[in-house]
């Protein structure tokens, strides 16, 4: 029993982070500013929580990888719906660009291809939050715009990116890029200000240079970020 308590502690994290998410856009609407901004702090963190969890206690299941693509998803959505009914109609973009990986992720899915997650999509999450939250804040705090539009910028080339890079695996059986239970591994030993800028290099061209293209290409590219 507790053995299986602890195997499910992620999914537990996963499922208080789209209450918290829930909560936070409830709030917000409420006027009740500063309590909504704290629930959107802990999904954020809490997203961070249950991949470390689930990689600390070898807790992954296909219940955690969709518990976590759905909360992803409720996150954005409880913070870009609560921007736009203020009148930040700029979170349209990254919304519909969200929406559209999406559709077509469940559509191959339904179709019986096994769908990975993009290391491009991983810094395309990562860029997506802070802007959805610099989004809504700037909703009430028109001074934020000036934060907020050089995240939008970047997170909806990245969301470009990300989209095309499904689309050319279409025809792909084996994806060089998916994430397995290892991913990251060779980064362990490394201090953590190593981390950071191996990250911070691999956002820069992620964000910039990064086309996607065949499987070669990706292999190439990889191989030239993390070096």
């Known amino acids: 029993m507790q053995h299986k308590f602890i195997k499910n502690i992620p999914n537990i994290i996963t499922i208080s982070r789209m209450i918290s998410s829930l909560m936070g856009a409830v709030l917000f609407l409420s006027g009740a500013f500063i309590p909504s901004l704290i629930c959107y702090t802990y999904g954020a963190i809490s997203d961070f929580l249950d991949g470390h969890f689930a990689k600390k206690l070898n807790a992954y299941s296909d219940l955690g990888r969709k518990l976590d693509a759905i909360s992803d998803k409720i996150y954005a959505l409880s913070l870009g719906a609560p921007a736009i009914l203020s009148g930040n109609l700029l979170m349209l973009i990254p919304l519909y660009f969200e929406g559209k990986i999406g559709f077509y992720n469940k559509k191959r899915e339904k179709e019986g291809h096994k769908v990975y997650t993009k290391r491009v999509g991983k810094f395309k999450t990562a860029m997506l939050f802070p802007s959805l939250i610099s989004g809504l804040i700037a909703s009430k705090v028109p001074f934020f715009y000036l934060v907020s539009l050089p995240f939008l910028y970047y997170t909806t080339k990245l969301q470009i990116k990300t989209y095309q890079a499904y689309k050319n695996d279409e025809e792909i059986k084996t994806n060089i890029e998916k994430i ?30 990064y086309e996607p293209c065949e499987n070669q290409t990706h292999a190439k590219t990889k191989k030239r970020v993390i070096k």
Not at 194 to 207: M, R, T, V
Request: proline letters at 0%; a negative charge; hydrophobic letters at 30%.
């Open 180 to 209: 397995t239970e290892n991913s990251g591994c060779e980064h362990e030993k490394m201090k953590v200000s190593e981390k950071i800028n191996i990250l911070k290099e691999e956002l820069a061209f992620y964000a910039n240079y």
